[in-house]
């Protein structure tokens, strides 16, 4: 099995060679990238070019490791108990399985995405090596040890908010999404928006890639935030002569609440915009 990627995403060479080479080595691949580079979409669609199905584990800073392979609860046991329900003499009824063990015990080989693993205390990565190295886990309250039937592709996406532990990189294959350029972004463009405008696109492209390159830019907007713009501006018919506006004066682009998503940056393109007016 090969990805080379899918009609709805566009991968780069690199990447496929990235994905190609954590399948092979049945290792964990391991994604960075600015937000808004495909991180996740990636896990989806190598699914859907492998034809596998997709388990989602989505990370939040409140998520511990145990929690992918089960979660045992016991309050609820004892409340039933005190109640004589028949139920709570099985303690397999109070174990809710976690998304490993749902890949683990998946009939067909699957994709399994573990999503912002950054976003986790820093001892969650560690604390899934063993897991993740052995492909088993042990059930202390059935006595049970969970294999897996065939080893999960793993995806892991990582917005590089913490460092991530070395024991645990070592176990990856690692692959850093470069922001797209700007010949990748009109690839890319083209599947979102098979009937657009090219000269709409190169222009548009030209303000995005600019805007992104000001100095003292707080969050540089993502890909999926140039696709939100792109689609405004067809739906608002925006003039390609506004587009192309090069006074200094107007420096912050039409519909610009797609691009700019915090108001500092707004803020800079209005003092930009009033020092070029001063001086002008």
């Known amino acids: 099995m090969k990805f080379e990627g899918t009609k709805d ?29 495909g991180k996740t979409v990636l896990a989806e669609e190598v699914a859907k070019a492998l034809g596998m199905p997709l388990i989602t584990w989505h990370v939040k800073s409140t998520t511990k490791a145990a929690q992918g392979l089960y979660e045992y609860d016991a309050v609820a046991r004892l409340r039933d108990s ?32 573990i999503d912002e693993i950054d976003k986790a205390d820093i001892e969650f990565p560690n604390d899934l090596l ?15 040890t969970v294999r897996a039937r065939q080893r999960p592709v793993i995806v892991i996406t990582s917005n590089n908010e913490k460092e991530l532990p070395d024991a645990f990189l070592r176990r990856c294959f690692f692959h ?41 830019l707080k969050k540089k907007p993502s890909t999926s935030e140039l696709l939100d713009w792109l689609k405004l501006l067809m739906v608002e018919d925006v003039d390609l002569a506004t587009l192309r506006e090069q006074d200094p004066r107007k420096a912050i682009p039409p519909l610009h609440g797609a691009l700019l998503k915090n108001e500092q940056d707004v803020h800079l393109f209005e003092r930009l915009a009033f020092l070029a007016r001063r001086q002008g």
């Open 176 to 216: 850093y999404i470069q922001f797209p350029g700007e010949e990748t972004m009109k690839d890319i463009v083209d599947v979102h928006f098979p009937s657009i405008k090219q000269d709409l696109v190169r222009d548009a492209l030209t303000r995005f890639y600019a805007l992104r390159e000001t100095p003292g």
């Open 9 to 37: 995403y566009v991968a780069t060479d690199d990447l496929k060679v990235a994905v190609n080479a954590a399948v092979t080595l049945e290792r964990p691949l391991l994604v960075k990238g600015e937000p808004g580079t």
């Open 130 to 144: 063993q897991e993740l190295d052995r492909m088993e886990f042990f059930v202390y309250e059935t006595g049970e």
């Open 82 to 113: 005190q109640l004589g329900e028949e139920r709570a003499t099985d303690v397999s009824n109070y174990i809710k399985q976690g998304k490993l063990w749902e890949a683990f015990t998946s009939e067909e080989r699957p994709v399994l995405l």
